[in-house]
T-cell receptor, first 110, second 117 residues
Framework: QKEVEQDPGPLSVPEGAIVSLNCTYS??????FMWYRQYSRKGPELLMY????GNKEDGRFTAQVDKSSKYISLFIRDSQPSDSATYLC??????????FGSGTRLSIRP | ETGVTQTPRHLVMGMTNKKSLKCEQH?????MYWYKQSAKKPLELMFV???????ENNSVPSRFSPECPNSSHLFLHLHTLQPEDSALYLC????????????????FGDGTRLSIL
C-alpha cells in the first residue's frame, strides 16, 4: 500500500463548479498537510499548508483534514479556467520527510 | 530574482555527455533538495542538503552527483546518463527549524526538463 494515494484523474468540470480533490494516507503520524498546484511546464506552487485536523480557508480555496479517517481534501469554489492544473497533496510528520501524492489533473471547461 | 531559480530550463544530452544543472534560492532558506518528476509518478526525492551538508541520498545512482557550495546554491552534475533518466528535475528549498525539517513546506523552482538521447 502506498503511503499517500491520490486519484490521477483527469477531472473535468464546468466553470463555476465546486471542485473537490482528495488524498488518503496510511501513516497516522502525519501532522503537516500541504496542497501544491502545478501548471504545465512549471514547478509545484504551494497553495495551502495546514497542521493537524480541521479546515483552513484562503479565498476560493479550502483545505480540510480528517485525521480520524486519514483523508484530506481541497475544495475550490467558483472554479475558473485558470485553475486548470495538476494538484499535488503532500504530508509529513516531524520525524519523516515530505511524501507527495502523484497528482490529480484538473480541467475547468469555460 | 525571487524564489527558486533553475537553469537551464531544457537540456538534451547524449548518454556519454557531462552536464550540470544549477539551482539558486533567494528565500534565505537553509535546506535544499533535488527531486525527479516522471509522468504519473509521485515526486522522487533524490538528495537533501541541510546547512550545506548532505543529509540524505535516496539510493540515487552515482551517475548523479550533487554539490552544495553554500546554502543558496545547489548543483546536480550528470554523466553517462540512461534514457530512463529523462524527466523533469526539480529543486526545492525550505527553512529547517528542527529535526528533519519536514514540518516546513518546500518551495520549488520550475525545473529542468532533461531528455537523454
Amino acid at each position: 500500500q502506498k503511503e499517500v494515494e491520490q486519484d490521477p484523474g483527469p477531472l473535468s468540470v464546468p466553470e463555476g463548479a465546486i471542485v473537490s480533490l482528495n488524498c488518503t494516507y496510511s501513516n497516522s503520524a502525519f501532522q503537516y498537510f500541504m496542497w501544491y498546484r502545478q501548471y504545465s511546464r512549471k514547478g509545484p506552487e504551494l497553495l495551502m499548508y495546514t497542521y493537524s485536523s480541521g479546515n483552513k480557508e484562503d479565498g476560493r480555496f479550502t483545505a480540510q483534514v480528517d485525521k480520524s479517517s486519514k483523508y484530506i481534501s481541497l475544495f475550490i469554489r467558483d472554479s475558473q479556467p485558470s485553475d486548470s492544473a495538476t494538484y499535488l497533496c503532500a504530508m509529513s510528520s516531524s520525524a519523516s520527510k515530505i511524501i507527495f501524492g502523484s497528482g490529480t489533473r484538473l480541467s475547468i471547461r469555460p | 530574482e525571487t524564489g527558486v531559480t533553475q537553469t537551464p530550463r531544457h537540456l538534451v544530452m547524449g548518454m556519454t555527455n557531462k552536464k550540470s544543472l544549477k539551482c539558486e534560492q533567494h528565500l534565505g532558506h537553509n535546506a535544499m533538495y533535488w527531486y525527479k518528476q516522471s509522468a504519473k509518478k509521485p515526486l522522487e526525492l533524490m538528495f537533501v542538503y541541510n546547512f550545506k551538508e548532505q543529509t540524505e541520498n535516496n539510493s540515487v545512482p552515482s551517475r548523479f552527483s550533487p554539490e552544495c557550495p553554500n546554502s543558496s546554491h545547489l548543483f546536480l552534475h550528470l554523466h553517462t546518463l540512461q534514457p530512463e533518466d529523462s524527466a523533469l528535475y526539480l529543486c526545492a528549498s525550505s527553512q529547517v527549524t528542527s529535526g528533519t525539517g519536514a514540518d516546513q513546506p518546500q518551495h520549488f523552482g520550475d525545473g529542468t526538463r532533461l531528455s537523454i538521447l
